[in-house]
């Protein structure tokens, strides 16, 4: 597996995205099934493991991705999130999404920061969190503050790197003349553009872009023609019955493309993200050991400048129906 680096820290270029191994994101699934899951990408050099303790309910995906690098805790960068699970009786404030619900509660009060890390490391069964992400910047709190909270954690021993995610240019700005921020990680895909101003400041300042939904919730697999019951995409407007067909129809161009170049489409989608920059790597989560080393395979692929310039002509023609989660 080719590695990237984010601000100093050392990662393949496709990692491993573990929210969908927890119930209710993509319908059920149980724990030896997921288990499996990661332990094969794991084993196909998929050693960056980004999770959160707002995955599952209780720490679940925490707690599983624990079970899973136990033994080989040496091999794994560990990255997790905090500030949407909120400890009872604590106050929450509106972020607002584009799904359906509406919005999301976030805290990430400086004095809520050690007790998520601490119940994160318990979780995950480690003493050091690799890569410690605020999950959504909180509108109650300016983002220095939380970033100084969070490099405390750093000077204890307890995290070796930051991270931002869901942040504009001027927050990772303003978090990383606090200390330095290793990654931003963001949506950006095939379908959904990282804005530009945040990724200039991400590369002026050295810091690495960690994509998540690098396969737009898997409709870039081009096989998403209808989803299940207990499916979280029937949040997103993307995925209603009437914008799904549309965007099938519109995404036809880079599906041709893919089986011309003897790719998948879900390859041509990661292997294009990972053309963008070299400070970019993928997260793309999946459940079945094959699709997951099929993604990993995107890491090695070169594409020809002419390919990019039509993959560009294709996704300029693109117009996605329906909003994303920002």
């Known amino acids: 597996m080719k590695t990237r680096v984010l601000g100093n820290l050392l990662v393949p270029a496709v990692g491993y995205g573990a929210m969908v191994l927890s119930p209710g994101v993509y319908g059920e699934i149980d724990d030896t099934r997921a288990e499996a899951a990661l332990k094969s990408a794991l084993d196909a050099g998929a050693t960056h493991v980004d999770t959160s303790d707002a995955y599952g309910s209780d720490g679940h995906n925490e707690r599983l991705v624990g079970r899973a690098i136990k033994g080989r805790r040496d091999e794994v960068v560990v990255a997790t999130k905090f500030g949407l699970a909120i400890p009872e009786g604590e106050p929450s404030r509106p972020h607002p999404v584009g799904y359906a619900f509406g919005e999301l509660r976030v805290n990430a009060d400086p004095r809520l920061v050690r007790h998520y890390a601490e119940r994160s490391l318990r979780n995950l069964d480690t003493d050091v969190i690799d890569l410690y992400y605020a999950h959504y910047p909180d509108p109650g709190v300016p983002i220095e503050e939380t970033a100084g909270a969070m490099a405390e954690l750093v000077r204890d021993g307890l995290v070796r790197h930051l991270g931002l995610s869901n942040v504009t240019a001027a927050q990772l700005r303003a978090a990383h003349a606090v200390h330095p921020v290793a990654a931003v990680?963001?949506?950006?895909?095939?379908?959904?553009?990282?804005?530009?101003?945040?990724?200039?400041?991400?590369?002026?300042?050295?810091?690495?872009?960690?994509?998540?939904?690098?396969?737009?919730?898997?409709?870039?697999?081009?096989?998403?023609?209808?989803?299940?019951?207990?499916?979280?995409?029937?949040?997103?407007?993307?995925?209603?019955?009437?914008?799904?067909?549309?965007?099938?129809?519109?995404?036809?161009?880079?599906?041709?493309?893919?089986?011309?170049?003897?790719?998948?489409?879900?390859?041509?989608?990661?292997?294009?993200?990972?053309?963008?920059?070299?400070?970019?790597?993928?997260?793309?989560?999946?459940?079945?050991?094959?699709?997951?080393?099929?993604?990993?395979?995107?890491?090695?692929?070169?594409?020809?400048?002419?390919?990019?310039?039509?993959?560009?002509?294709?996704?300029?023609?693109?117009?996605?129906?329906?909003?994303?989660?920002?």
């Open 185 to 326: 990680q963001n949506e950006w895909s095939m379908w959904r553009p990282v804005d530009a101003d945040l990724l200039a400041t991400a590369r002026e300042l050295g810091v690495g872009i960690v994509a998540w939904s690098p396969l737009g919730n898997g409709f870039l697999t081009g096989t998403v023609r209808a989803l299940g019951e207990g499916d979280f995409r029937h949040n997103a407007p993307r995925f209603s019955v009437e914008n799904l067909a549309g965007n099938n129809d519109r995404y036809a161009p880079i599906r041709d493309l893919a089986t011309h170049l003897g790719l998948t489409p879900a390859q041509l989608a990661l292997s294009w993200l990972l053309h963008q920059d070299e400070h970019v790597v993928a997260i793309p989560g999946s459940r079945t050991p094959a699709h997951i080393e099929e993604n990993l395979a995107a890491a090695d692929l070169t594409l020809h400048p002419d390919t990019l310039a039509r993959i560009d002509e294709a996704l300029n023609g693109f117009e996605v129906s329906g909003g994303t989660l920002l």
